[in-house]
């Protein structure tokens, strides 16, 4: 378990306007609900080595990825 505190300061790494939150095998994004695993304690937020949702096929169709790659 990775203290609350820690918890609170971490960003999704696809768009850090969006918090995590610790769930079961990692930290979920609360946007787009993309895991990135825990490795020996250590949070993993290499986009390759996401767990993407059930309904993404791609991290560029993540609703994060596509609101960070709008221009306005």
């Not at 971490?10 to 930290?27: F, H, T, W």
């Not at 390759?48 to 169709?61: H, K, S």
């Amino acid at each position: 378990m990775i203290e609350p505190d820690f918890i609170s300061i971490l960003r999704c790494p696809i768009n850090p306007a969006n918090p995590v939150v610790e769930v079961e095998n990692g930290l979920q994004c609360t946007s787009c609900k993309t895991i990135f695993p825990i490795n020996n304690g250590i949070p993993c937020f290499l986009v390759d080595e996401a767990i993407l949702p059930n309904n993404v096929r791609t991290v560029n169709d993540l609703p994060c990825r596509k609101l960070k790659n709008k221009t306005p």
